[in-house]
């Protein structure tokens, strides 16, 4: 089963700073490389499909690169709403995988 | 409007078996694939199988001897069997609608405890 390390396992934020989150692959998964939100007693929420690719309706300061095994989910400009567990999951190969998540929170 | 909604018994015996439901409405069962995945508190989420658009199934490796998915597209709802159930087994079950790989929609969840 391909392995996703997220990191870091949490991240003490500033409002208004932009942020980089990292998502990790024990094999490559090419572009097969999806990110979530999760918010507190919610569903997680889709933010980022194939690495880079925006979903309508998500803020446009959600961003995301890489390809085959590390991957980056950039937020630009970070707001308290964004205070959430990010998670990453790979769909190039079953089983589909997830992280382990990275908990955003107020410093 | 897309929406997935799961139901069923939220307290399960140990070595018992789970049975879920997930009704759906907003797009059709013959057109999208609808996967199960949960989460127990506190960790990432698990992938645990998906039923395909065509009636085909795929289960997690680690659960398929005791997994089962099946569905019935006149009523628009997809069913998890999971048998033996242990404490470790405790947590949120999601169907989510399945679209090549990514979760693009989600059910609320149910919370399943497994105690005696």
């Known amino acids: 089963d391909v392995v996703l390390t997220q990191s870091p396992a949490t991240l003490s934020v500033t409002p208004g700073e932009r942020i980089s989150l990292s998502c990790r692959a024990s094999?490559?998964?090419?572009?097969?490389l999806h990110w979530y939100q999760q918010k507190p007693n919610e569903s997680p929420r889709l933010l980022i499909k194939?690495?880079?690719q925006s979903i309508s309706g998500i803020p446009s300061r959600f961003s995301g690169s890489g390809s085959g095994t590390d991957f980056t989910l950039s937020i630009n400009g970070v707001e308290l709403e964004d205070l959430s567990i990010y998670y990453c999951?790979?769909?190039?190969?079953?089983?589909?995988?997830f992280g382990s998540g990275t908990k955003l929170e107020i410093k | 409007q897309v929406q997935l909604k799961e139901s069923g018994p939220g307290l399960v015996q140990p070595s018992e078996t789970l049975s879920l439901t997930c009704t759906v409405s907003?797009?059709?069962?013959?057109?999208?694939?609808v996967s199960w995945v949960r989460q127990p508190s506190g960790k990432g989420p698990e992938w645990m199988g998906r039923?395909?658009?065509?009636?085909?199934?795929a289960y997690n490796s680690a659960l398929k001897s005791r997994l089962s998915i099946s569905r019935d597209t006149s009523k628009n709802q997809v069913f998890l069997k999971m048998n033996s159930l242990q404490t470790d087994d405790t947590g949120t079950y999601y169907c989510?609608?399945?679209?090549?790989?990514?979760?693009?929609?989600w059910g609320q969840g149910v919370m399943v405890t497994v105690s005696s």
């Open positions: 989510t609608r399945d679209l090549w790989e990514t979760f693009d929609y």
């Open positions: 194939y690495a880079s």
């Open positions: 094999e490559s998964v090419d572009t097969y």
């Open positions: 039923m395909w658009y065509d009636g085909d199934t």
């Open positions: 999951q790979q769909g190039n190969s079953l089983p589909f995988t």
């Open positions: 907003g797009f059709s069962l013959t057109s999208y694939s």
